[in-house]
């Protein structure tokens, strides 16, 4: 199995700043890559996916980056409903997938 | 609208069998691979298994293959989750998905499962 490692598992920022979580695979994942918002209580959100195209509808201060086995998800300017859990996920497996093991983003 | 609708919040004992559901509306649900994602309490994302419902083509993943079953009944639309014989670490939210080609694009609301004697 590939294994997803994130990085920081939690963090504190204010409104406005800019945040970057980070993900790594332990082999190269070709772009194969999701990024995911869940906030409490709630099922799980697509904000991006092949590393760097944004889902419809999703804000464009969310932006993705990252090639082989590393990967960035950046929120340009960090807004009050940010304020979530991200989870990266590798598809880049045939039909077996496996998600990081999220980052909390929580206010400073 | 795409929609994926689960049933509701199950309460068993530990060795009694259960079978949820996902009931997919607004698309070809024969054209998308159906998947299942498990959450325990306070944790994260674990991918189960998925479905393709045009020809019930099923994939597992190591961690889950001979603990869960996943079925699809493509006249009505539904995919299911089963187990034969449940234990207190089935505990938690189950989600359906929808896989287009990448990420999953849609999710059920989520069916939680409490397994307690």
């Known amino acids: 199995d590939i294994q997803m490692t994130q990085s920081p598992s939690s963090l504190s920022a204010s409104v406005g700043d800019r945040v970057t979580i980070t993900c790594r695979a332990s082999?190269?994942?070709?772009?194969?890559l999701a990024w995911y918002q869940q906030k409490p209580g709630k099922a799980p959100k697509l904000l991006l996916y092949?590393?760097?195209r944004l889902e419809s509808g999703v804000p464009s201060r969310f932006s993705g980056s990252g090639s082989g086995t590393d990967y960035t998800l950046t929120i340009s300017s960090l807004q009050p409903e940010d304020f979530a859990t991200y989870y990266c996920?590798?598809?880049?497996?045939?039909?077996?997938?496996?998600f990081g093991q999220g980052t909390k983003v929580e206010i400073k | 609208e795409v929609q994926l609708v689960q049933s509701g919040a199950e309460v068993k004992k530990p060795g009694e069998s259960l079978k949820i559901s996902c009931k997919g509306s607004g698309y070809s649900f024969t054209s998308y691979w159906i998947g299942w994602v498990r959450q325990m309490p306070g944790k994260g994302l674990e991918w189960m298994g998925i479905i393709y419902p045009g020809d019930s083509d099923t994939r597992y993943s190591p961690s889950f293959q001979g603990q869960v079953t996943i079925s699809a009944d493509k006249s009505i639309s539904t995919a299911y989750l089963q187990w034969s014989s449940l234990k207190a670490s089935d505990t938690a939210m189950y989600y359906c998905?929808?896989?287009?080609?990448?990420?999953?694009?849609?999710w059920g609301q989520g069916t939680l499962v409490t397994v307690s004697s």
């Open positions: 092949a590393a760097s």
């Open positions: 998905v929808r896989r287009p080609g990448g990420g999953f694009d849609y």
């Open positions: 082999q190269g994942i070709s772009n194969s």
């Open positions: 996920q590798q598809y880049y497996s045939t039909l077996s997938w496996t």
